[in-house]
Structures are given as structure tokens and as C-alpha cells.
């Protein structure tokens, strides 16, 4: 039987698609770096695998569609470490950051509209932006130049139409590199300008070294009703499995 065309479509992540070759080298006692893949090798807090054995409710419910209002109501005292003032009501439970960039992805965009993003960018991208039928335009970063945020000029003359956002990640996966508050705020301007989105990926806030000093895309209040923040435990607590993942806005059509 023929499968859709939609399916036979879709290339297999790369980041997968190694993994098979470096447990063969493993096998064969050789020693693999994975650097194909964002798994920390750092423990997952004993206070969350302690929850995990002490769950005793006699029925696994559903849940509501916004997420568990305990995680939504704890989650602002987090972020406000971070100089950002943000309500339960304003965050809203995803299956990983994964699912958070797809949901942005639908919400944001018709079918054929365009998302501008800085490369080289996270592989799986543009699986979630083909399942989506969004186009990505990309704007080139350099290595020379340490893959800082590409001239404001290059974003600005592959917007048209059809463009609906502009997508950073920072700190970068995978280049690693903290894009600046005049960077935020520069890009934010020309968003502002052409009346688009910017979504930030900050799922790797905590991961910056060498005195960068990360900001938040969420502590720009006054750009409020134009920014999507993409965030998840699955960094910062080593709980890649566990597909616990949000999106922050202040712009209550998007979450509604």
C-alpha cells in the first residue's frame, strides 16, 4: 500500500539518523563523542525522580488544555530570577520545546507564509516548519564574526509579505553563541516596524559561559504583544524524556 505524499516528503532527522552508526562504533569498541544530539550528561534532580516514585493517585486524568495550573503558578517565581514579570496565565504547558516551536509555527502562519532564521540553526526546524507547511528563509551568521547576530540589513530585505516572524535561539544551538539586549532590541525594532513576530528559543538560558550575560526576550514589556518565548525543562534539569516544555506570551491570542 502507497503511504501519503506528504510523509514519503519528510527527510529523517540527522541528528537520528547517526545514532544507529554510533552504536555500531560502540559496539565495536570504539569511543563516541555525541555531539549529534543536546543529551546533557548531567543527573536529573533526585527531588523529581523522588516524585516520580511517590506518585500515588489512583487515576492518571486528564489534565486541562493551559497545562498543570501547580507547574503554570510555580513557574513565574523562576522566570522572575531572570528580571521577568510574567503570569500563570500567560504560560502555556507543551509536550517539549518541540511541540512549543510547531504550535508557534501553526498558530503564526498559513500554509506558504515565511519565518526568517538565522543560520546555521537547529536541525529539527525545519521538520516542525515542513509539518506546518512554513517556509524558512534563512540569513546567514559566520563563523569569522563568531556567529554573532547577522546585520540588521540582512533580515530586513528578506522580509515580504508573507513573512510572519523572525526565529532566534539563543543562547544558539547550535553555535552557542548569547545574543546581546541591543540585539534583542534591534531585531524587536524591526519587527515592530513590519508588524511580525519575533519567537526566542531560551530553552539554553542557563548554559552561558565566559561572562556572556543572557537576557530574556520577555523582560521587553513594551514589545509585549509581538513575542513568543519557546522554553523546557529539558536542559536545564536534564529531563530530555520527560517532554516537559512551555511558550511564554503576553499576547493572549496567541495562547488562546
Excluded at 520545546?97 to 508557534?104: C, K, P, R, Y
Excluded at 510572519?164 to 531585531?187: M, Q, R
Excluded at 548554559?207 to 525543562?233: H, K, M, N, P, Q
Aim: hydrophobic letters at 35%; glycine letters at 6%.
Amino acid at each position: 500500500m502507497k503511504m501519503s505524499d506528504r510523509i514519503s516528503s519528510f527527510q529523517a532527522s540527522p541528528i537520528r539518523r547517526l545514532s544507529s552508526h554510533a552504536r555500531s562504533a560502540v559496539r565495536r569498541g570504539i569511543t563516541v563523542y555525541h555531539l549529534n544530539i543536546g543529551q546533557p550528561d548531567i543527573r536529573t534532580p533526585r527531588g523529581v525522580l523522588d516524585a516520580i516514585h511517590e506518585y500515588d493517585e489512583p487515576i492518571i486524568a486528564y489534565g486541562s488544555s493551559e497545562g498543570d495550573e501547580r507547574l503554570r503558578s510555580a513557574l513565574p517565581a523562576y522566570y522572575a530570577t531572570y528580571g521577568v514579570r510574567i503570569r500563570p496565565e500567560e504560560i502555556l504547558i507543551t509536550t517539549g520545546g518541540s511541540e512549543a516551536l510547531l504550535f508557534t509555527f501553526m498558530t503564526l502562519c498559513d500554509p506558504g507564509d515565511r519565518i526568517v532564521i538565522p543560520e546555521p540553526f537547529y536541525t529539527n526546524v525545519s521538520s516542525f516548519a515542513h509539518s506546518a507547511m512554513v517556509e524558512l528563509v534563512p540569513v546567514t551568521s559566520r563563523l569569522e564574526d563568531g556567529f554573532a547576530l547577522p546585520p540588521i540589513e540582512d533580515f530586513e530585505r528578506l522580509i515580504d509579505p508573507k513573512t510572519k516572524a523572525i526565529l532566534l535561539c539563543s543562547p544558539n544551538n547550535p553555535t552557542g553563541h548569547v545574543y546581546s539586549k541591543e540585539d534583542l532590541e534591534e531585531i524587536l525594532r524591526l519587527c515592530a516596524k513590519h508588524d511580525i513576530f519575533l519567537v526566542v528559543d531560551e530553552v539554553y538560558r542557563e548554559f552561558c559561559y565566559d561572562g556572556e550575560e543572557f537576557t530574556s526576550i520577555l523582560t521587553f514589556e513594551e514589545y509585549a504583544d509581538r513575542v513568543v518565548c519557546v522554553d523546557s525543562f529539558s536542559k536545564r534539569y536534564s529531563m530530555c524524556g520527560a517532554r516537559v516544555g512551555m511558550l511564554v506570551s503576553r499576547n493572549r491570542q496567541f495562547l488562546t
